[in-house]
């Protein structure tokens, strides 16, 4: 078992809305990374948080961001949403220089 | 730009077959290759990690190979059983950012049959 949580587990939403997706991370870790992953593709990294700072981007635009607590857990929000938003978005949390991510169940977003 | 991909897309075979999957990349100033199994709609399970400077790591009934020069990385399962179907996702870190930004393949989706 992981340890990492996310919600919620899944969410309908509308073309122009946002959405904020949560992580909790597993106990000790400092780092988040976020992932999107499209239907039949590959997890695809969009940013990643060590001690409340954004640490290395992918490539997503400016209207994905995101938030780390002092706690760890982490945000992501996505404005202006599109057709093409609709994924599973994976959390993966680890200690900062440690090899080993553990993944979340993901949050599988629909957007109509 | 690191570019992973994964032969076959998918696989289908009997129980007790052994079987190899395929992963190659386009860059090999790599930090690791990771190899995850992702069950439908679930996250990711970590399967095995290999630096840059091994050859290969194994657990279990599963073997993992690398050759960095080449760029290509396989896993082999060893008398495959119908719990192993799942996508199996190979993932590498790369050098300038480490294994927390990971670049992955599209996955190959296994079939063990009964």
Do not use: M
């Not at chain 1, 290395?56 to 760890?72: A, H, I, K, T, V």
Request: glycine residues 10%.
């Amino acid at each position: 078992e992981t340890g990492v949580t996310q919600s919620p587990t899944h969410l309908i939403k509308t073309r122009g809305q946002q959405v904020t997706l949560r992580c909790s991370s597993q106990s000790g870790h400092n780092t988040v990374s976020w992932y999107q992953q499209a239907l039949g593709q590959g997890p695809q990294f969009i940013f990643q948080y060590y001690r409340e700072e954004e640490n290395g981007r992918g490539n997503f635009p400016p209207r994905f961001s995101g938030l780390q607590f002092p706690n760890y857990s982490s945000e992501l929000n996505v404005n202006a949403l599109e057709l093409d938003d609709s994924a599973l978005y994976l959390c993966a949390s680890s200690q900062q220089g440690k090899e080993t991510q553990y993944f979340g169940p993901g949050t599988r977003l629909l957007v109509l | 730009k690191q570019e992973v991909t994964q032969i076959p897309a998918a696989l289908s075979v009997p129980e007790g077959e052994n079987l190899v999957l395929n992963c190659s990349f386009t860059d090999s100033a790599i930090y690791n290759l990771q190899w995850f199994r992702q069950d439908p709609g679930k996250g990711l399970t970590s399967l095995l990690l290999i630096q840059s400077s091994q050859r290969e790591q194994t657990s279990g009934r599963l073997n993992a190979s690398l050759d960095k020069s080449s760029g290509r990385s396989t896993l082999y399962i060893a008398a495959s059983q119908p719990g192993d179907s799942a996508t199996y996702l190979c993932a590498v870190g790369p050098a300038q950012g480490g294994s927390e930004k990971l670049v992955f393949g599209k996955g190959t989706k296994l079939t063990v049959n009964p």
